[in-house]
C-alpha cells in the first residue's frame, strides 16, 4: 500500500520531487504521522461516544451563558454542596423554584420535606434557585436584599444567577438549575425540581426512582415522572395571566409537557436537554415548563414540534394517590375545592397556614415511616 501511495504521488507530483533518497525519507515520516493520527482519531470517537457518569465537559466552555444571556454569573453558589462524604451512596438533587421574598415557603421545606438529607442508600441535597433584584429596587425590596444575605449564610443553600427574578423569566430560572446540576453537581443520580408551595414526599419519590431504574434501562422513553399535560392550548385573551400571542407560539396546542409543579428527571435528560438550549435561545418562551420539558424534548429529537407525541413515564405519579390520610394536616383548606391534591406531591396554600401544614404532613409520613419500619422489625 505504502508503495502503491509514492508511485500514485510520485506520478502526480514527479517533476517537482527532490531527489530520491530525500523522497522516501519525507514520505515515512508522513506516511507514519498519518496512520498515528488516525489511531488517535479513532480512539476519541470511540471514547467520546461513551457517555461519562461525571463528564463535565458539556458547560464550562459557555459558562458565561444562560440561553440568551452572555454575561451570565453566579451570584451566590455553593459549590461544595454536592460533596459526598460516602462515594458509594447515590445523590437527588432537589432543585426548588423559589422568589426572593419566599422567605416562608423556604423554611417551611427545610424544616418539613427538606430537612432529610439520606435515605436507603441515597443522599439528599436541595437548592433553591433565585435571581437579582429589579435594577432600581423598591423600598420593600431592600429590606428582602439584605435578608437574603443573612439567610445564605445561615443555610449555605441558595444559588442565584444574575437575572432579574420575576414571573417571566423563569425560563432562565429553569435552565440555571440545569446548568447549576451540570457544573457542580454532575454525578448526581437523579434530580427533582419543584415549587416553593409543594409538599414532597421524599421517601416515597426515591421509593419510585428505586423500583423505575431497572425498568427504565429497558426503554426510550423520556426518563421523567411527572404530571403530563397533553393537547393544552395557549390563552389568547390578553390580560390572562398565561395569554400568549401567536408571535410567540402560532400552534394551536402546545406539545405535550410535564407540569413543572413537580417532577423528577435523568441527568441523562438534563444533559440532553441542556445541550440544546443554545439552538432554542433565539425563541424562549417564558412559560418554562412548556418551553424546558415540552419544547426543548423535542428539539433533542430533531423532530418537528408538534408531532409526534413524546411519552413522558409517570408511573404511579398521581395527585390522588393517598397512602395516609392527610385530612388531619390540611383542615385548614376548602377540601370542596380542592380534593385531588392530596398525597405524594401536595399543593400548599401559600399564607398563614403553609409552614404548619408541611411541618404536619411531614411528621404524619416521618411518623408513619417509623411505624411500619418498627412494625417490620418487631
Ligand atoms: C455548603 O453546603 C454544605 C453542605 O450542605 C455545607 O456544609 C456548607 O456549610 C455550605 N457552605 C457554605 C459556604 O454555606
Ligand atoms: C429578565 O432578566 C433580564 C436579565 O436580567 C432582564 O434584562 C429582563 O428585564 C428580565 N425580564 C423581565 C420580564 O423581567
Ligand atoms: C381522616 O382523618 C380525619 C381526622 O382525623 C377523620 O375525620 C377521617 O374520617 C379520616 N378519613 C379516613 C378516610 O380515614
Given at each position: 500500500m505504502r508503495i502503491k501511495l509514492l508511485r500514485k504521488l510520485t506520478l502526480r507530483y514527479g517533476a517537482h520531487l527532490p531527489s530520491n533518497w530525500y523522497w522516501k525519507q519525507i514520505s515515512e515520516m508522513l506516511l507514519l504521522t498519518l496512520v498515528v493520527t488516525t489511531i488517535v482519531?479513532?480512539?476519541?470517537?470511540?471514547?467520546?461516544?461513551?457517555?461519562?457518569?461525571?463528564?463535565?465537559?458539556?458547560?464550562?466552555?459557555?459558562?458565561?451563558?444562560?440561553?440568551?444571556?452572555?454575561?451570565?454569573?453566579?451570584?451566590?453558589?455553593?459549590?461544595?454542596?454536592?460533596?459526598?462524604?460516602?462515594?458509594?451512596?447515590?445523590?437527588?438533587?432537589?432543585?426548588?423554584?423559589?422568589?426572593?421574598?419566599?422567605?416562608?415557603?423556604?423554611?417551611?421545606?427545610?424544616?418539613?420535606?427538606?430537612?432529610?438529607?439520606?435515605?436507603?442508600?441515597?443522599?439528599?441535597?436541595?437548592?433553591?434557585?433565585?435571581?437579582?433584584?429589579?435594577?432600581?429596587?423598591?423600598?420593600?425590596?431592600?429590606?428582602?436584599?439584605?435578608?437574603?444575605?443573612?439567610?445564605?449564610?445561615?443555610?449555605?443553600?441558595?444559588?442565584?444567577?444574575?437575572?432579574?427574578?420575576?414571573?417571566?423569566?423563569?425560563?432562565?430560572?429553569?435552565?440555571?438549575?440545569?446548568?447549576?446540576?451540570?457544573?457542580?453537581?454532575?454525578?448526581?443520580?437523579?434530580?427533582?425540581?419543584?415549587?416553593?408551595?409543594?409538599?414532597?414526599?421524599?421517601?416515597?419519590?426515591?421509593?419510585?426512582?428505586?423500583?423505575?431504574?431497572?425498568?427504565?434501562?429497558?426503554?426510550?422513553?423520556?426518563?421523567?415522572?411527572?404530571?403530563?399535560?397533553?393537547?393544552?392550548k395557549p390563552q389568547r385573551e390578553d390580560g390572562l395571566k398565561w395569554s400568549i400571542s401567536k408571535d410567540v407560539w402560532p400552534f394551536d396546542t402546545y406539545p405535550t409537557y410535564c407540569s413543572g409543579v413537580a417532577y423528577g428527571i435523568s441527568m441523562d435528560w438534563i444533559r440532553k436537554i441542556y445541550s440544546v438550549t443554545s439552538h432554542a435561545a433565539q425563541k424562549i418562551l417564558w412559560i418554562d415548563d412548556v418551553y424546558v420539558t415540552g419544547i426543548l424534548p423535542h428539539l433533542v429529537y430533531k423532530q418537528t414540534l408538534e408531532l409526534p407525541v413524546l411519552k413522558f413515564t409517570w408511573p404511579h405519579f398521581t395527585f390522588d394517590y393517598n397512602p395516609y390520610n392527610t385530612t388531619f394536616c390540611l383542615e385548614n383548606r376548602d377540601t370542596k375545592k380542592d380534593t385531588r391534591n392530596f398525597g405524594v406531591i401536595v399543593r400548599l396554600l401559600r399564607g398563614t397556614f403553609l409552614e404548619r401544614e408541611s411541618r404536619c404532613l411531614w411528621n404524619r409520613r416521618w411518623g408513619f415511616e417509623v411505624n411500619s419500619i418498627n412494625s417490620l422489625i418487631m
Open positions: 482519531v479513532t480512539l476519541k470517537l470511540l471514547l467520546h461516544g461513551v457517555p461519562l457518569r461525571s463528564t463535565k465537559s458539556l458547560v464550562p466552555s459557555e459558562d458565561s451563558k444562560l440561553l440568551d444571556l452572555h454575561n451570565f454569573k453566579w451570584i451566590a453558589n455553593n459549590a461544595s454542596i454536592c460533596e459526598l462524604n460516602d462515594n458509594s451512596a447515590k445523590l437527588l438533587v432537589i432543585l426548588v423554584h423559589t422568589a426572593r421574598d419566599h422567605f416562608v415557603e423556604r423554611r417551611a421545606i427545610r424544616e418539613s420535606w427538606g430537612s432529610l438529607t439520606s435515605y436507603l442508600d441515597w443522599s439528599i441535597r436541595v437548592i433553591f434557585l433565585l435571581g437579582e433584584e429589579e435594577p432600581i429596587p423598591k423600598p420593600h425590596q431592600q429590606q428582602v436584599k439584605s435578608d437574603i444575605e443573612t439567610e445564605l449564610v445561615n443555610n449555605g443553600d441558595l444559588v442565584m444567577g444574575n437575572f432579574v427574578d420575576t414571573y417571566r423569566n423563569l425560563s432562565y430560572k429553569h435552565i440555571m438549575g440545569y446548568k447549576w446540576v451540570l457544573e457542580y453537581c454532575s454525578h448526581a443520580d437523579f434530580v427533582w425540581k419543584v415549587d416553593d408551595d409543594m409538599f414532597i414526599d421524599t421517601l416515597t419519590i426515591i421509593d419510585w426512582r428505586a423500583t423505575e431504574l431497572e425498568r427504565k434501562k429497558k426503554t426510550k422513553l423520556i426518563d421523567m415522572y411527572c404530571p403530563v399535560i397533553a393537547g393544552s
